[in-house]
């Protein structure tokens, strides 16, 4: 978990890969780190399958949504879920793991949505029939190996005092929301906010007006699994303990996601 940590503050996207293909002995450790790709729920799995051919699949299958870059790489991962509740969030914590695993060896990467339906995508992917494909990630080399991580002054993130909307927060937990606080999210959206409470993160997400909700509320549920990914990670990172509850603390504009108590 400490490899982890680490590479939350070495990781960002790449958009421009080299087209060649990585070696074997690459897409095995990839294959390695999705087999061991935590899940958020029991029960509820989250699935990945890896593109060798990136070239054909780009044309095919990754579209332009809006204005949002599509991104050509060598390879890329699908992952699909059954739509259950909570499929989002579950989506989220666990690619956020495999996204910050592959960083660590050197892979780049760029999280991006599919613009096409499950038919042309199932003609790559062995997709089971209950399952629905929720995003790709793109993944190889970077065109320059510089850019693989960012440099001091990349991150453009909210601030702590924007995401943190109750506080105090005790000095010993301010590393927790300064980590989730780089966390990638859907157009960079960040739409997490905390409300704070001792030993207690409560975690919630900005509600969108009707127009904007349609499209990003689902790319949202996902950011808001990324972000619990982050803090679990940078607290499991010091060893501490701690158990998710429900604890709603109502806020305006704001839905309750779910609570991070941490063992004092
Ligand atoms: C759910 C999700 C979907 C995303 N979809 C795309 C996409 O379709 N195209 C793209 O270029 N970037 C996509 N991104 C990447 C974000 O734009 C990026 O994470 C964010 O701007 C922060 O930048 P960073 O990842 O370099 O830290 C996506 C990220 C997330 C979490």
């Not at 000095?171 to 960079?188: M, Q, T």
Request: proline content about 5%; aromatic content about 10%.
């Amino acid at each position: 978990m400490e490899t982890l940590y680490e590479n939350i503050f070495r990781r960002k996207s790449t958009r421009n890969f080299n087209m060649d293909t990585l070696d074997e002995a690459s897409l095995l450790r990839v294959q390695e780190i999705l087999n061991k790709a935590p899940d958020l729920f029991e029960g509820l799995k989250v699935n990945y399958h890896i593109i060798k051919d990136g070239k054909d699949f780009s044309e095919k299958v990754t579209g332009i949504i809006g204005a949002y870059t599509k991104v050509n790489a060598p390879h890329y991962i699908v992952i699909s879920c059954i739509e259950h509740s909570g499929f989002r969030q579950a989506t989220g914590y666990s690619l956020a793991h495999v996204i910050l695993a592959m960083n660590d060896l050197g892979i780049a990467t760029c999280i991006t949505y599919p613009g096409v339906d499950k038919s042309v995508i199932a003609k790559y992917a062995d997709l089971h029939e209950n399952q629905v494909p929720i995003l790709f990630i793109a993944f190889g080399n970077p065109e320059n190996p510089l850019e693989l991580y960012p440099k001091p002054d990349y991150f453009k993130r909210r601030s702590l005092n924007d995401i943190i909307i109750q506080g105090p927060v005790k000095r010993k937990y301010k590393y927790i929301l300064e980590a989730v606080r780089l966390a990638p999210s859907s157009f960079n959206t960040q739409p997490w906010r905390f409300s704070v409470d001792g030993n207690r993160i409560h975690i919630l997400r900005v509600k969108l007006g009707f127009i904007k909700s349609k499209f990003f509320s689902s790319l949202n549920k996902i950011d808001m699994g990324i972000a619990l990914a982050y803090i679990i990670i940078a607290i499991k990172s010091k060893g501490m303990k701690f158990k998710l509850i429900k604890d709603s603390t109502p806020h305006v504009d704001m839905e309750y996601m779910i609570t991070v108590e941490i063992r004092e």
